[in-house]
Every structure is written in structure tokens, then in C-alpha cells.
């Protein structure tokens, strides 16, 4: 991707507003906009924040190749003079962020742009992209983990992907929510990460029979031996065989370390408990079963139930697409503008028929707030930049869909931490993303932060989000000004 110009990854009408501002406005205006989102992806409790290193990646090689300004020109609706402007074209704004890894809720701002009104125009529909991917899967992924109990979950979703790029980006975001390796070798290159793998049904069916199979490969790989049984019969040939080499390798000597079996069809939790008996009869107790085959949180969470002997999952297709809830829903909006003459910002709010579509507006910044006994998360509190809280004194805070609901935090029971952090100062990047595996520790640290009722599958507690007592009134005057405007 950093090798790549996706400086025209936008929707067309960025440039005929960015022209519309060239012809019309004060092309350096100072703007704020926020990406945020309204609703948790997968009817769950929290997001998981994953893209950053892209979108940063995306910023550092913005600008208009000659090849990009020809090919506008082509389109007939750019003016030559906004085209001129163009070839000079950077990015020279601030952003701020929440790290990726991090656990987040709805309406808190997950990237703040700040920068002259083109510039913030332009990069609209790449920060959208990338961060709607990557969180969508790195969230999945978290909860597919979640199900496993501390199994190891290995993503094997390249082949079903929505395209490489897909594939490859996923992977990394599996890798941030939980998953312990992926199949896919260029994003272990890539992003320096495990890679995974045990052989195909082709294997097995290419040699005279299953033994054969079972014996050449671990002749090949006696360090990381998984069989896959199921392809004739699981029962009766497949673990039978799979013993019998496993048999003669500890007689041959060869350390029994990383091996163990596959399960790829059939009823997996009656499977894994015949195959776990007939594994320890046999004298391999530590044998793994692992198990693929259209695998996703409910299903691992109903196998768990039911007692299955399962230990490791391939989890492929309802991963990487995130198949049951496809997209993650994330919106830019505009939140202030710079005054021309003094340079403060001037709030401004979206109205909409749909009350959760009203925008909170201001240069606003996020204060997680927790529980100093337990250390879980109690609640995150939007604010307006400058604000500053003491937590030696009590800390009040107030639904702000229903104001009446009030919870009086007194000193010490709680400590406060802003999450949004400086990325981009004057164009310049000023942040260094971790390595994936860096950020996958990250994120288990946040997510044990969550209280389990946050975290379970089903019908989730959901953490409060509030506003400020200064942002609250300031939503509040702009709202009555709107609806007021005689």
C-alpha cells in the first residue's frame, strides 16, 4: 500500500466540492472533521480500532501524479487553474487519533483531521475506507476469540477475501483483534507476523492412499505435523492412520512437539470427543484437534457448550468478510470551522430527522474513565479540547440522551486517560506505529479493561458514552439556535 499512489482512492464529488471550495472559498479555511461511527458492528458491545499505519501511509505519499492530473482533465469538469493547484497538492493538517488496538464506542471520535478545508475534503474517503475495514475485522476477530475461551485462532480466510487487498490488510486486522497466525504468507511478510498452515484434501488424494499421504508429510515437517483426517473417513481411516504415524515417529525417535489432528467436516464436537479417546488410548494426550469448516463465534461458542475436544480453529470465510455484518458503518462529518480573523473555532452541528444522526460538534477530544479497584472501564467521556478534569476532586456524569441520569464518581475511585493522540502536526507525521504483534498485546490489554458483560455474544451491557457538561450545552445552544432561527 505505501508503495502505491491512492491519492485518487476518493469519490468524485471530494474533488468537485475541493473545486467548489477553490472557486468560492477561502482555500485555506481551517476546518475540523471527525470519523466516528454510531452503532457497534455485530450487534456487540465495543469496536476494535485497527488501520492507522494505512491511513498514515495514505498521508504521507498524498499528492496528484502528472498521470492523475491528465486523467481528471479527461473527465471535463475541472477548471485548468484548480488543476495547476493541484500538482502542488499535500497534506498539511493535524490529525489525532485512538491507537489502534483500542477498545471504542460509539460517536467518540476515532480520527480528528484538522486542516484547510481542501485538504480535509480530499482524505475523507480513504480514512473511511481503511479504518472501516480493518476495525469491521478487528472486532470479528475479538469476538471469535472470545468464543474460543483462549484457544488459538488461526485466520484462513485469504482464499474468500473480497480481493487481495482485502485478504491482506484483514489478516493484519485478525491479527490485531486476537488471531494467533494466518495462512496468508505476504501478510506474515508484510506486517512480520506468524504464518500457518497444515496441508489439503489434494495431499491426501494425490498419493495411492492415506498413510502414504500422512507418512511423506511428516517425513517433510516432523516439527509441525497436523494431519487432515476427514478426507475418506474421519473414524475408521483417517485418526487411525494419523496414530500410526504418530507411532512410528516417537519410535523413530522424532519429538511428538507441534502435531495433532484435523477436522474439516462433519459434526465436529461428536468428532473431536471420539478422536480425543482414540488419541489418548493410543498414548498422545497432548495431540492438538484442531478444526476448520466454516467456523464463526456462534458456532465455536455452541461446540463449547457441547463439550467438544477441539483446541485450535481455522476460522476462514465468516472472518475475513466479516459475513454476517459486512460493513462497519463509520461517518465523516464536519465538526467546526476556524474563524478567519481570531482562529477559534466555530462549533457546528448536523441535524437530521434521526436523532442519532445529530452530530456532537466542537474540537472535541475522549477521556476514558476507570475503575481504580478493579480496573475495568466505567464509561468514556467526549470533551471539548482544553477541558481538564482533577481526579482528586468528585467526577459527575450524566446521560446526555436522558440528562436526569446522573453517577457521582467520588476521588479515588476512579483515574482518567485521554485516548486520542497527536499522529500529524503541520503535515508532518509525529507518530510511530508498533508492529502488528505490538498492537495485538496492546489490544488484549484493552480488552481485559471490559467487564464480561460487555464482552459476551449475545445482548451486550453497552458502555456509557457521555458529553461534557461545556460540549452538552454547547449541542444544546446550537440545537435551540437551529430550531430557533428567528
Not at 389 to 404: C, I, M, Q, R, T
Request: aromatic share 10%.
Amino acid at each position: 500500500m505505501g508503495k502505491q499512489n491512492l491519492t485518487l482512492m476518493t469519490d468524485l464529488y471530494e474533488l468537485t466540492m475541493m473545486q467548489g471550495y477553490f472557486k468560492n472559498k477561502d482555500r485555506n479555511e481551517t476546518v475540523i472533521f471527525d470519523a466516528f461511527y454510531r452503532s457497534n458492528p455485530m450487534n456487540s458491545g465495543y469496536a476494535i480500532c485497527a488501520g492507522l499505519e494505512q491511513v498514515i501511509e495514505y498521508i504521507n505519499h498524498l499528492h496528484f501524479s502528472e498521470e492523475d492530473i491528465d486523467y481528471l482533465r479527461g473527465l471535463g469538469i475541472f477548471e485548468e487553474n484548480f488543476l495547476d493547484y493541484l500538482k502542488d497538492f499535500h497534506f498539511s493538517g493535524d490529525i489525532y487519533a485512538i491507537p489502534e488496538g483500542s477498545v471504542m464506542f460509539p460517536r467518540e471520535p476515532m480520527i480528528k483531521v484538522i486542516a484547510p478545508i481542501m485538504e480535509a475534503q480530499l482524505v475523507e474517503t480513504a480514512i473511511l475506507n481503511i479504518i472501516n475495514h480493518q476495525s469491521l475485522i478487528a472486532t470479528k476477530t475479538s469476538r471469535v476469540c472470545y468464543a474460543a475461551r483462549g484457544d488459538g485462532i488461526m485466520e484462513f480466510g485469504l482464499r474468500r477475501a473480497q480481493g487481495p487487498d482485502a485478504g491482506t490488510y484483514g489478516a493484519r486486522a485478525a491479527m490485531i483483534g486476537g488471531c494467533v497466525g494466518t495462512s496468508n504468507v505476504l501478510a506474515g511478510r508484510l506486517f512480520d507476523v506468524p504464518v500457518m498452515g497444515t496441508h489439503a484434501h489434494s495431499w491426501i488424494m494425490s498419493f495411492p492412499d492415506e498413510y502414504t499421504a500422512f507418512k511423506t508429510y511428516a517425513d517433510m515437517y516432523p516439527s509441525a505435523c497436523t494431519l487432515l483426517v476427514d478426507t475418506y473417513d474421519t473414524l475408521k481411516s483417517g485418526i487411525p492412520n494419523a496414530i500410526r504415524v504418530f507411532k512410528e515417529m516417537r519410535a523413530q525417535g522424532i519429538p511428538l512437539t507441534r502435531y495433532g489432528i484435523r477436522l474439516d467436516s462433519g459434526d465436529l464436537a461428536y468428532l473431536s470427543k471420539k478422536a480425543r479417546k482414540m488419541l489418548d488410548e493410543a498414548g498422545f494426550p497432548d495431540a492438538v484437534i484442531a478444526a476448520s469448516n466454516d467456523l464463526d463465534e456462534s458456532l465455536i461458542d455452541s461446540l463449547k457448550v457441547q463439550g467438544c475436544k477441539i483446541t485450535s480453529w481455522g476460522v476462514g470465510t465468516h472472518l475475513i468478510t466479516s459475513k454476517d455484518w459486512p460493513s462497519f458503518g463509520g461517518v465523516y462529518k464536519l465538526a467546526a470551522i476556524a474563524d478567519s480573523s481570531t482562529g477559534e473555532f466555530i462549533p457546528k452541528i448536523k441535524l437530521s430527522e434521526n436523532s442519532e444522526k445529530v452530530t456532537n460538534p466542537g474540537n472535541k477530544t475522549v477521556y476514558r474513565i476507570y475503575d481504580t479497584k478493579t480496573g475495568k472501564l466505567r464509561a468514556d467521556l467526549i470533551c471539548l479540547v482544553g477541558e481538564t478534569f482533577d481526579e482528586a476532586s468528585p467526577l459527575v456524569l450524566f446521560d446526555p440522551n436522558e440528562p436526569w441520569k446522573k453517577t457521582k464518581l467520588l476521588p479515588g475511585e476512579y483515574r482518567m486517560r485521554e485516548m486520542m493522540i497527536p499522529v500529524f502536526q503541520k503535515g508532518v507525521c509525529v507518530y510511530q506505529s508498533p508492529k502488528v504483534m505490538e498492537i495485538r498485546s496492546y489490544c488484549a490489554q484493552e480488552l481485559d479493561t471490559l467487564w464480561d458483560e460487555t464482552r459476551r455474544l449475545v445482548n451486550p451491557h453497552n458502555v456509557h458514552v457521555d458529553l461534557s457538561q461545556n460540549l452538552y450545552d454547547m449541542k444544546i445552544g446550537l440545537l435551540n439556535q437551529m430550531s430557533n432561527p428567528g
